[in-house]
C-alpha cells in the first residue's frame, strides 16, 4: 500500500516542537512541505536559527513519528527561502501567547540593517502576554534560547520572554 | 572552484572561531542574562560555520567532512581575521595572565557584526546559491547581534569612568586589526572575479558610517590606526589561534572517528 501525501501531512499534525511543546512543527513553519521525490515521499523541514540545538531532535522526530505508523518518508532539510517567522500561524502564535510567550511581531519590510539597530525599541513595544500591558521593558536581547528575548512586565511585574522577529 | 573554496573557509573560519572564543563566557558571565546571551550568539556563529563547513565539503567531496575541516586543519590553514581569535583581554607580555574583559568582546563583536551585517547583505548578490541562503539566513542573526553588541558598547562607553576606560582600552586595542578587514586577500579577489563574493571595498564607507554613529552615540573616541596589517584571512595568525585550536581540537583529535 502506498502513503500518500496526506496521511504524511495528517501523521505530522500535531507533531510538537521538542523547545515549545504547545506549538507543532506546522504552526512553526518548520514543517514546510510534503512532495513525493524521486526516491519516495520527502518531508521538506527548515532551519530556524542557524545553530538551534533542537534541529536535529527536530528531524529525529519527525522520523520516529513516521516509522511508528509504519510511514516510509525521507527528511529533507533546505535553507532557502530561510525560516521567518512570519511563518508561523495565527493559531499557533495565540498558543505561544497563552503559554506566555509573547508571540513575534511582523518582521518589517525591506528591513534596513542599520535602521533596526538604531531604533529598536519604539518599534518593538511588546505586550505581556499576561495582563496584556505595553508597558514592558527588554531586560536582555537574548532569552533562554536564541529565538527568545527576555522581557519584564512593568505593570505585572512578570518576566516574560519574547519570541523575536526572524 | 578552489578559490570559492578558500573564500567559503574563510567565511567559516570567522565565524567558528569567534564562536568558540566567545563561548568561553558560557558559565562565566558576569551576569546571568550576559553569559545566555553570549552562548546564544555563539550558537548562532557556530550554525553559521556548520552550514560554510558541510557546503566546501560537498564542493571539495571525497572524504571532507564538516568536523574534518573544523577539527583537523592546523592554525596555518585557517582562514580567520586575527581579529577573532584574540583572547578577551588586551596585549600582555610573555607568559602573563590576565581575566576575561567584557569590553574587549563587546568591542569585538561589534566590529566584526557591524562588517557581517554588511557583508551577509551584499552576499544575497553571490553567483553561489547555497551562499545566497546561508547569507540570507545568517543576516537575520547577525542583525541580532548587532544590535545587542552595539548596546553594550553604547552602555560602557557613555557609562561609569571605569567603563567607559576599558571600552576605549578596548576599542585602541582592536581597531587596528580591522584594517585587515580591507587588505588584500588572494583567495578573497579570485572569489570575487568568479562571482562568488563581493569586494569589501564596496562596504567600507557603510562599516565606517555605522561604527563612527556608534562611537559617537558611546562617547568613544575612534583611535588613530597605522602599522602592522594583520593577514590572518591568508593564513598567517598570532600565537592565539594555536591555543584556541588545541583547546577546541583536543577532543576530536583525541578520538578520531568517534560517535556519539
Redesign the interface.
Known sequence: MTTSVEEVWAALENLADPEIPVISLRELGILRDVRTGADGLEVVIT?T?????AMSQIEDDVRSTLENRGISARVVTQ??????TDWMTEAGKEKLRAYGIAPPHQTPAA?N??R???K?AKAEAVPCPRCGSSNTLV????????CKA?YKCLDCQEPFDYF?P? | MSASTDYLLHLADNALVLGQRNAEWCGHGPILEEDIALSNVSLDLIGQARMLYQLVAALKGGDVTEDRLAYFRDSGEFRNYTLLELPHHGPLSGYAHASLDYATTIVRNFLYSALMALLWEALQKSGNAQLVAIAAKSLKEVSYHLRYSRDWLVRLGDGTDESHARAQAALDHLMPYTQEFWAACPAEAAAVAEGVAVDLLTIRDDWNGIVDAALAEATLQRPEIGGYVPEGKNGVHSEHLGFLLAEMQSLARAHPNGNW
Do not use: Q, R
Open positions: 532551519p536559527y542557524s545553530g538551534c540545538p535553507l532557502a527561502p530561510a525560516w521567518t528591513s540593517v542599520v533596526f539597530i538604531t529598536p531586560s536582555s536581547h537574548f532569552g533562554s534560547t536564541a527576555l523575536k526572524y
